[in-house]
């Protein structure tokens, strides 16, 4: 018996395609994991921002949308998820040295830069700090208040912002 169906099956050679639906901190994470994986990764939701425009606020889901993303700890990290580099680094602040450990690793990829949020928040670093920790990650890296958003369209990066913010380069 003959089949009328084009054959589905992958063509040799060719990377399989993953589809995730949801582009939520579940989605999103997924799509990092399957990046390691030998396979092109799709994200598709409700809202067409994954597409055209991707929109950066502040805080863990904007990092994790990066190629590369830092944050600093106090304590030894906990967790899951591998760092590609972990340091001990000491900030100078008007008040002395501030010591603490610098966790690099790899975000989703949706935009090529990092991002610092919650700069001058009382309970984060300020701007001097920022280009302090901006200077060890190799990406253009955006330091941004909590008045700040990243908007990028086609790869078109539009900062909005109603606070302050600053770009350091490599």
């Not at 997924?30 to 994986?37: F, G, I, N, T, V």
């Not at 330091?143 to 909005?160: R, S, W, Y």
């Amino acid at each position: 018996m003959s089949s009328t169906k084009a054959d589905q099956s992958p063509k040799p050679g060719s990377r399989p395609r993953v589809l995730v639906l949801g582009g939520g901190f579940a989605g999103i994470g997924a799509a990092r994991k399957l990046r390691k994986a030998d396979v092109d990764v799709v994200v598709v939701d409700g809202h067409d921002y994954h597409s055209e425009t991707v929109y950066l606020g502040v805080s863990a889901g904007s990092i994790a949308a990066t190629s590369t993303f830092a944050e600093t700890y106090r304590e030894p990290r906990r967790g899951s998820g591998e760092a590609l580099s972990t340091e001990d680094i000491v900030f100078d602040t008007p008040d002395g040295e501030l010591r603490m450990i610098l966790v690099k690793a790899q975000g989703v990829g949706l935009v090529n830069f990092a991002i610092i949020p919650h700069v001058d928040n009382a309970n984060h670093q300020d701007m001097a700090i920022a280009e302090q920790w901006a200077a060890r990650i190799p990406a253009p890296t955006y330091a941004i208040d909590d008045q700040t958003a990243i908007k990028v369209t086609d790869g078109n990066v539009e900062v909005v912002s109603e606070g302050h913010w600053r770009l350091f380069t490599p």
